[in-house]
């Protein structure tokens, strides 16, 4: 009740004696650090499935694993259900719900939060199947024709293998009619290259998201205050259901009750949470955009990794959908996100102050 854990240490934690405060858990890293790249990447989706952050434990040399050299996805997903590594303990059949612990947290609450709800979502999620290191861009390619993902496979020559990409779908004209590895990633290297924003525009690019980041500083301070009420009105609706459990003896009613109180008291934190948030950047401007901003200048860089992950990072960030190939005339006009079709816009010539050095990478 006064916010220390009294259980074994979680993975990632360790007792530690400090003044003030006798046994506490503190990180216990690297494990720590890995832990809370796992929960963050989860919850923002850089890892889609619950395999892909199982593959990523795995690749960690220092987090420890089973006999069999492995991570259970069972034992990450429990793992990832504990609100220890948002700050809180959390236990229900003591009566303590969530209540603000005096250790370190891994993440923030809304991070956990999200992860809660990514949990619920994906937990039937199956394996992905269609990662493969040899066709990166299996199942994102669509067929031109019928629009249904292409497959891929080797195929024996009588020499040698080749490598193909090719539809499967039935009745489709396409069907059975490959497409060489070698040439549809070609293709598609060329259209990455495209993508590719000049000096200048990228310049300019990084002055806009610097502008906005100033604007969204100081809104989020009036922001602080309209918060406040919405905690106000919780708190109150709180009060309310806890009348209403000193009122009643049914044991079903008290127990809706109580969980409602306890959705209000999530409620509550993730709101709290915001409010300190409010006009206080977690990490600067630079720390911040640094990685996007490398990646917008040159996203063949992330798609050169070897890792497949890696690669379809790339895709999900690039492509707001998937690409259809057409056998005669190579891709068609893909849709590309947001980022990269804001400066694809940019770069139409409403900007006269701009020189266009063209689409082809800048030299200079
Ligand atoms: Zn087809």
């Known amino acids: ?18 003044p003030g405060h006798g ?141 193909y990409y090719l539809c499967r779908t039935k009745d489709c004209e396409s069907r059975g009619k490959s497409v060489r590895k070698e040439k549809l990633e070609g293709e598609f290297e060329a259209l990455l290259m495209n993508l590719r924003p000049t000096q200048n525009l990228f310049f300019m690019a990084e002055e806009m998201f610097k502008d906005l980041w100033d604007i969204r500083l100081n809104g989020s301070k009036k922001e602080a205050v309209s918060i406040k009420a919405e905690i106000r009105k919780v708190e109150s609706k709180v009060g309310q259901f806890l009348d209403r459990i000193v009122e009643t003896d049914s ?56 890792r497949i992950e890696d690669k379809r990072s790339v895709l999900k960030l690039v492509f707001a959908e998937k690409l259809p190939y057409c056998r005669k005339d190579g891709f068609r006009t893909a849709a590309i996100s947001l980022p990269f079709s804001l400066l694809d816009d940019l770069k139409g010539g409403d900007y006269a102050m701009v020189e266009l050095a063209g689409i082809e990478p800048a030299t200079s």
């Open 1 to 18: 009740m006064n916010g220390y854990w009294v259980f074994h240490a979680s993975l990632g934690y360790k007792y530690e004696r400090q």
């Open 23 to 163: 046994k506490l858990l503190v990180r216990d890293e690297p494990v720590a650090s890995i832990i809370q790249e796992a929960l963050e990447g989860f919850a923002h989706g850089r890892f889609e499935t619950q395999t892909e952050v199982k593959r990523f434990l795995e690749s960690k040399v220092d987090y420890p694993k089973n006999s069999d050299g492995g991570v259970h996805v069972q034992r990450i997903v429990e793992l990832f259900f504990r609100p220890l590594y948002a700050g809180y303990i959390d236990i229900p059949d003591w009566g303590i719900n969530l209540q603000p612990g005096k250790h370190e947290p891994l993440v923030s609450f809304e991070t956990w939060h999200k992860l809660q709800q990514r949990l619920k979502e994906t937990s039937k999620a199956p394996a992905r199947k269609d990662l493969n290191e040899d066709f990166p861009l299996r199942g994102f390619v669509t067929c031109g024709d019928c629009e249904q993902p292409m497959t891929a496979c080797w195929s024996k020559g009588r020499s040698s293998k080749y490598a």
């Open 251 to 306: 044991h079903t009613l008290i127990s809706s009750y109580e969980n409602k109180v306890r959705k209000l008291e999530e409620e509550k934190i993730l709101l709290r949470e915001k409010i300190e948030n409010c006009g206080r950047p977690l990490q600067s401007f630079d720390d911040t955009f640094r990685t996007a901003m490398t990646f917008l200048a040159n996203p063949q860089n992330l798609w050169a990794s070897e």
